[in-house]
């Protein structure tokens, strides 16, 4: 995963295992919380519901601590790029898409939506000619749909475009 | 021989025209998930699994199921050699080590031999795996009837400490991760008490955080993710398989068979403990470079180089299935989901499913004699097709499979707020990936979280509170102990090399 020659850095190894130990305490203190809240105590009749997560929570504290420590005062990250200028643009460029195509599954169902996610990415990315686009993105989700409704019997979200066609 | 009998009887469940028929569909489909980026065993199992549920409730539907889905284990194996060798892009992480010398042994257009040697090696450590959960499972069955609760805690905390002292990442790493693993699966509602834990007032927490979202998060959308990084062109060498190159490989091949022996026995062994296929095949090569009289040549396109780690991932991706089936403790991260899908079918893991499911067990044991079988046929007949998957240019096969894995996502529970939090832990995975949190304790943790819980409250209500109830009798006392010092075991060779550097 070594980044590209002439990649400027977009983020360094350091402050992205400073980020990620971070969160993970955040996380662990949450449920800390939480335990504490539910009661993480010896009860009469035994061990209260917050009594395993508590020492879960715990224990994810403690090691991210120790992750957090390592991060910030250890020397063989520094200088080490996490990712490239270059890279997470690809990433992102994959990454942006798909959450609008999630948003976009509540309001057209998920084939039209696929569908329109396949057309942009290879139109976009792949430079592909329409017609391919086309036949790929449709082609797929009609296999897709024979599979799903027709052989598993799996309903999938359906929006407007289904329900037009008489297949909702 | 009761083992002989029991699997006689489970080679006519398997042998069932419908069961076969799974089975082809199966490997086929573990091969294309195998050698697509981004879809692996075990999240190309997650994604499938919903479309069991139905099949599940017929008369004998979970052991059509469960071959299916193992079957597409057994396959995602086979695939993964393929990228490896002819693209050096390791399908499965598994499949690293056979990279060293597959990729080398393509360039020298050596390619047919090298795919040959390593799918008859897969599947002579499959079939050594297999033949081991025939006889030992069994008895480790009978054996593990006699746990109790501490027992069964002690088995979790073993599977766990084990992950912490013998992973190759930072054992605190380790330890983060898996601990939220335990956390995600702490999520919902208190199987014991019913109360409410960690939701926060939501009702989309209502029911936790579902392993399989989670798995095709982690594996699927955050491979994509560190797939996409390095640019959108793969190149490949050639793959052409005919029947001479196969018998000419299969003639060398004898020459290596303590290879092969010692390959085996690493990977089985690595496989029941849950160490994964992963480091097996790594530390098999390295043993095999050790040993073998052309151990400096290594790396340079070597036959025996894609024996020994082929083998022992095979084995232990195998073997794996042995504590799955006897002790409710999978093996591996593809064995975990398994062990999900049985618990989703209804079924409980573990001891008694050798006296209650007999049906379900030996018709699978015998399915993963006949599924390596069938999958060494399908691979080494249809190599230039899989390779061809491999020609589709990333930018049409990367939206497909965000697809598919949106799909598997929803169809587990039909909601839409799974396929958000899939998208989550597709970054999650990414991170983690990239900043070496390993991925295989989270999943375990989160399928497990919720048996290791209970395990240890039934074991602290009969001891009232006293945690020495782990240490009470030899058994349990020895298991915990073990455990103990596996998860200290870094500490302790850090602090021995701290002091051999002063000394």
């Known amino acids: 995963m070594s980044p590209q020659q002439g990649d400027r850095p977009a983020f360094g190894q350091k402050s992205a295992e400073i980020a990620v130990a971070a969160v993970f305490l955040l996380l662990g203190g949450i449920v800390v919380f939480d335990s504490i809240r539910l009661g993480a105590r010896w009860d009469e009749d035994g061990p209260q519901a917050g009594y395993f997560p508590f020492y879960i929570g715990l224990l994810v504290c403690i090691a991210s601590v120790v992750n957090l420590i390592h991060a910030w005062i250890g020397k063989k990250d520094a200088g080490r790029v996490f990712v490239g200028v270059t890279q997470l643009k690809m990433v992102l460029a994959v990454l942006v898409p798909a959450s609008i195509y999630v948003a976009l599954i509540v309001w057209t169902g998920i084939y039209a939506a696929s569908v329109v996610f396949i057309a942009f990415f290879m139109r976009w990315l792949g430079k592909y000619a329409w017609w391919k686009v086309g036949a790929v993105s449709v082609g797929t989700m009609v296999v897709f749909f024979l599979i799903f409704e027709s052989w598993f019997k799996v309903p999938l979200p359906k929006g407007p475009l289904e329900n037009l066609l008489g297949l909702g | ?503």
């Not at chain 2, 879809?39 to 919903?50: K, Q, R």
């Not at chain 2, 605190?172 to 939220?180: D, E, G, Q, R």
């Not at chain 2, 109360?195 to 989670?214: H, I, S």
């Open chain 2, 1 to 503: 021989m009761d083992e002989i009998q029991a699997l006689a009887h489970g080679f006519v469940v398997a042998l069932s025209l419908k069961n076969l028929a799974l089975m082809f569909v199966g490997i086929v489909l573990g091969v294309i998930i195998g050698v697509l980026p981004g879809l692996g065993g075990a999240n190309g199992v997650a994604i499938l699994l919903p479309l069991t549920f139905s099949m599940a409730q017929s008369p004998g539907g979970t052991t059509s199921a469960i071959i299916l889905l193992s079957c597409i284990y057994w396959g995602a194996l086979f695939g993964g050699a393929i990228t490896s060798i002819l693209f050096n892009i390791p399908g499965e992480p598994w499949s690293v080590a056979t990279t060293f010398d597959g990729y080398p042994l393509a360039q020298q257009g050596r390619a047919g031999s090298a795919l040959t040697a390593a799918f008859t090696s897969s599947f002579v450590g499959a079939l050594v795996a297999v033949i081991v959960i025939t006889f030992l499972s069994p008895v480790v069955a009978k054996f593990a009837l006699e746990f109790g609760p501490p027992e069964f805690f002690s088995v979790y905390l073993l599977t766990f400490c084990a992950f912490v002292g013998m992973s190759k990442e930072p054992p605190f790493k380790t330890l983060a991760s898996m601990m939220l693993g335990f956390a995600l699966a702490a999520v919902g509602t208190d199987p014991v008490t019913g109360t409410l834990r960690l939701t926060f007032g939501t009702e989309k927490l209502l029911n936790g955080f579902d392993f399989l979202v989670a798995v095709i998060g982690l594996f699927g959308i955050g491979e994509i993710l560190l797939t996409l990084e390095e640019g959108l062109e793969f190149k490949g060498a050639n793959a052409k398989i005919n029947m001479r190159v196969v018998l000419d490989t299969w003639k060398e091949l004898p020459r290596y068979w303590m290879t092969s022996l010692r390959a085996s026995a690493v990977g089985v062994f690595m496989g029941i403990v849950p160490g994964g296929a992963t480091p097996a095949s790594f530390m098999s090569y390295g043993v095999a470079r050790r040993f073998s009289a052309n151990g400096e040549k290594f790396g340079t396109g070597q036959v025996e180089g894609v024996v020994a780690p082929e083998t022992a991932a095979h084995a232990a991706g195998t073997s794996a299935l042995l504590p799955m089936l006897t002790l409710g403790v999978p093996g591996s991260p593809t064995a975990a989901v398994l062990l999900g899908g049985l618990l989703i079918w209804g079924l409980q893991p573990g001891p008694l499913l050798f006296v209650e499911q007999k049906d379900f067990v030996w018709g699978l044991i015998a399915s993963m004699y006949l599924g390596n079988i069938a999958g060494l046929i399908v691979v080494l007949t249809c190599v230039p097709l899989f390779a061809a998957i491999l020609r589709i240019p990333f930018s049409v096969i990367a939206p497909v499979i965000i697809v598919i894995c949106a799909i598997g996502s929803y169809t587990v529970h039909n909601s839409i707020f799974d396929v958000w939090m899939m998208m989550v832990f597709g970054v999650a995975g990414y991170a983690f990936k990239k900043l070496s949190y390993p991925l295989a304790p989270l999943v375990l943790a989160i399928v497990l979280g919720d048996r290791a819980e209970a395990s240890f409250r039934q074991a602290m209500l009969v001891s009232q509170g006293d945690l020495t109830v782990f240490f009470s009798n030899g058994l349990v006392g020895t298991m915990t102990g073990l455990a103990l010092a596996l998860l200290f075991w870094p500490l302790v060779s850090w602090a021995f090399s701290r002091f051999r550097a002063s000394a």
